[in-house]
């Protein structure tokens, strides 16, 4: 898509929610559910059509974690960072994942295969550490374990090419 594509689906999606007391979050992720990430071209075209500031707009995306300003990795990882998973490793784990694919938080390989993103809990305590790839949920992840399941990742993404 392009960033005029971007511009004409957050007009439309403002138009059908700008009644809506309060519509920018919920805006927000409808835009992020279609395209994955909120373009910054589309800042301003938000901001006019609810009538908000452009700051206004570019500080409740900066301050969620959840939403995305760059497209994301055909797979995102997840680490726990909440205490449980801390205990048990995970910030060991978070080291190792950064160096083994030469990215940091809220960064992406890269041939844009994998995201690699901090996550404060996956309700998955009792098996920490946990992360989370894509929608799913691995429990007791060690370097190893993690290693296994990027090799896991990268033969997915070679089957899906070779098909």
Do not use: W
């Amino acid at each position: 898509m392009t960033n005029l594509d971007h511009i004409n689906l957050a007009k439309e999606i403002v138009s059908e929610n700008k009644e809506t007391p309060g519509p920018l979050i919920e805006i927000l992720h409808k835009v992020q559910k279609l395209l994955g990430y909120i373009p910054a071209s589309i800042v301003p075209t938000l901001a006019d059509g609810l009538n908000l500031s452009r700051a206004e707009v570019h500080g409740v995306i900066s301050f969620y974690h959840f939403f995305r300003s760059t497209p994301p990795g055909r797979h995102v990882v997840k680490i726990c960072r909440a205490e449980a998973c801390q205990s048990m490793g995970s910030r060991r784990l978070e080291e190792y994942a950064k160096e083994s694919l030469g990215i940091a938080f809220h960064e992406t390989t890269q041939d844009r295969s994998i995201s690699l993103e901090p996550v404060y809990c996956l309700g998955n305590c009792a098996c920490a550490p946990a992360i989370r790839i894509d929608d799913a949920v691995h429990s007791n992840v060690d370097e190893k374990t993690f290693d296994l399941l990027m090799m896991k990742l990268s033969q997915k993404e070679l089957e899906g090419k070779v098909k």
